[in-house]
């Protein structure tokens, strides 16, 4: 089989790709520890810077302070007795020990009371007059641009008793803050300047910058920044990374005690990479030199790896071949190699005598012979294949042993089947004969259930006609109760109606004789009307008479009426009767006819099963035949089968 890639490829390229991502991983590491360090180092001295700077600005501005104090000490100030030339006086004396660029007293509202000439005629509107009236304490203004020079004012009340006399009003030069800034130096580009709560650049080492008075939150803000920022002009201590302008800077920020100002020191981060970028240049040739040692080496120790294992893969590529008669030439270095070679000629020894011993003992089976031992010089997992010979061996000569005892038992077994199959034959004959003696009993059955099945339907037909007929009579009583019923409602109307005359006719009497008695009071003039209401009475007396011979005939008719419809409700009962016997009869003549059905499918079946028993007798038949045949074979095949297993050599049995 052709190799894709040599091992000693392998190896290099192992060893090669190790290295280089050591090499990346180490010089990635280096890198991002010499920022991490340089970041750490450099915000570290820049907040310390920051903080000493701000003390140095702080002890410079007390100062100027302490000797603003002094001079407040001046009682003659505040004396309104005294001249002010006196004042002046002292205002001069003291200039002239300090280097003031002007020094002046103003009233309450700002106004010049005396002073230098160079001093304003007000201050009024500046922001250290407008700190000094809100505090009534002493205040350091910003650094201002006057007289073609730039000046810090320090502004301190003149107190008498507890109330603010007056305001005194020292001016420096810039210097004294400006000393401070131009000392701080760091980096190429680094830059130190001083803000204020709002953010407003008011002194810069750059003084030529101030003039503009830039705001940090225009120059640098963003959403990142601003949170640096807010700690500066909240007067905190601390430094971070910001991005100014696009270039990453690392800033630092510390307050000035005894004023509202920050002091913000930055510089940019590429003033500092220059370690960086020659640190990373070393380390890349250092990881390319260890690559190129690491190659080198690698290349010469899988060179002798791959010497020791070629002797070893070549025997293995012919041995998969079934080459098994060369010897196996020994890699004599000590190591692995040396070890897995010898295992491999070992092997290679053992398969060949496995081989042999398992062949010479294939060969006796083949042959027939049984009997041979498989020898017991396997060892390890090779056991196994011994064991499973060594049970096939057996299990052969067991089986053939069965055979050989089947075989006896076959022919015995087969003469018996013999016997027992002609046998079988005659009982089946005699089977087959039965079989059609019962068939004809069937069929002589089917014929009497049929004449039965005939007789059951004509019984039906007549009990359906007789059904039909009482029905018929039943429904024509029920026709006649119901007029009869009528009649009877149509006679109790008549029988009303005979009362409702009767009284009629009382009325008519009473009011015939009421119309007498009239016309008898009347006299002759009623003698007409007497007659009349005669003739009324003659007419109810006869209506009357009339009315009792009819009440007696309904009397009689009623009478009859009623036998009549006794006679009907008494007919009708019986036509009731009529009608359930003739339907009992119905359905027992429908029994009758769905027993008989049932009878004639119960007989055919019966009649299939006897065919399909009849089937199976001939089948029968046909294999006891064959059974005979068949065990007269297998008694000479049995016979044959002998003769074979004897010509085997078999182990005895213990």
Not at 198 to 220: F, T
Not at 245 to 255: D, K, L, N, Q
Not at 579 to 587: N, S
Request: charged residues 25%.
């Amino acid at each position: 089989m052709e190799m894709k890639k040599p091992i000693r490829q392998k190896i290099i390229f192992c060893v090669m790709s190790v290295s280089v991502l050591l090499g990346i991983l180490l010089m990635a590491a280096m890198i991002i520890s010499n920022l991490i360090t340089t970041r750490t180092l450099l915000l570290d001295n820049m907040q310390m810077l920051a903080k000493v700077s701000s003390q140095n600005i702080s002890s410079n501005l007390h100062l100027l302070t302490d000797r603003m104090a002094g001079l407040l000490l001046e009682e003659v100030l505040v004396d309104d007795t005294a001249d002010s030339r006196v004042k002046q006086e002292v205002l001069d004396e003291r200039e002239s020990r300090i280097e003031f660029v002007w020094l002046a007293a103003y009233d309450m509202e700002g106004r010049k009371l005396y002073g230098d000439e160079e001093a304003p005629v007000s201050i009024g509107g500046r922001e250290y007059y407008d700190k000094i009236s809100e505090t009534h304490n002493m205040v350091i203004g910003e650094p201002v641009y006057e007289s073609g020079i730039w000046q810090i004012a320090v502004a301190a009340p003149l107190k008498k008793g507890e109330e603010d006399y007056a305001y005194l009003i020292g001016s420096y030069k810039y210097d004294l803050l400006n000393d401070v800034l131009g000392n701080i130096n760091i980096g190429a580009n680094g830059g130190a300047y001083i803000i204020n709560e709002k953010g407003d650049i008011i002194a810069d080492r750059d003084v030529e910058n101030m003039s503009v008075r830039n705001n940090i939150y225009e120059l640098y803000g963003s959403k990142k920044n601003n949170k640096f920022l807010d700690a500066m002009t909240n007067f905190q201590t601390g430094a971070a990374g910001m991005r100014m302008h696009g270039i990453y800077h690392y800033a630092a920020y510390s307050p000035v005690a005894g004023t509202n100002w920050t002091l913000v020191v930055d510089a940019p981060n590429s003033d500092f990479m220059g370690a960086v970028v020659v640190t990373g240049i070393v380390s890349v040739a250092l990881g390319i030199l260890l690559m190129v040692g690491a190659v080198v080496y690698s290349s010469q120790v899988s060179g002798r790896i791959s010497d020791s294992l070629s002797l070893a893969t070549e025997r293995l590529s012919a041995l998969a071949e079934g080459n098994l008669k060369d010897e196996v030439m020994i890699a004599r270095t000590g190591d692995e190699a040396q070890v897995m070679t010898e295992a491999l000629a070992k092997t290679i020894e053992n398969v060949d005598t496995y081989i042999e011993d398992l062949g010479r003992s294939l060969d006796s089976l083949s042959e027939g012979d049984y009997s041979q031992e498989v020898p017991d010089n396997f060892t390890g997992d090779f056991r196994a294949i011994r064991e499973a010979l060594c049970r096939i061996t057996d299990s052969l000569n067991e089986t053939m042993h069965r055979i050989h005892a089947s075989s006896k038992a076959v022919r015995n077994n087969s003469s018996e089947v013999s016997g027992y199959a002609e046998r079988l034959y005659g009982g089946a004959m005699e089977q087959e004969k039965a079989l059609e003696r019962l068939n004809s009993s069937i069929q002589v059955i089917v014929d009497r259930i049929g004449e039965i099945d005939e007789s059951a339907t004509k019984v039906k037909q007549f009990a359906i006609g007789a059904e039909e007929k009482a029905n018929q009579g039943k429904s024509q009583m029920d026709t006649m109760l119901e007029a009869m019923n009528d009649i009877y409602a149509d006679m109790q109307e008549i029988i009303n109606i005979s009362h409702m005359i009767e009284e009629i006719s009382d009325q008519t009497s009473l009011l015939s004789l009421n119309a007498s008695i009239e016309a008898a009071r009347a006299g002759e003039s009623g003698r007409g009307f007497g007659i009349v209401a005669q003739q009324i009475g003659i007419l109810a007396d006869q209506t009357a008479s009339a009315l009792q011979r009819t009440v007696e005939i309904i009397g009689q008719t009623s009478l009859s009426i009623d036998k009549g419809m006794k006679a009907a409700e008494t007919t009708a009962g019986s036509f009731m009767e009529i009608h359930e016997v003739t339907k009992i009869f119905t359905d027992i003549s429908k029994e009758i006819e769905q027993i008989a059905n049932e009878q004639q499918a119960a007989v055919a079946k019966v009649s299939e099963e006897v065919e399909r028993v009849e089937e199976v007798a001939n089948v029968n038949q046909d294999l006891s035949r064959m059974t005979d045949e068949t065990a007269a074979k297998s008694l000479k095949e049995a016979g044959e089968l002998a003769e074979v297993v004897e010509a085997v050599k078999l182990r005895e049995k213990i």
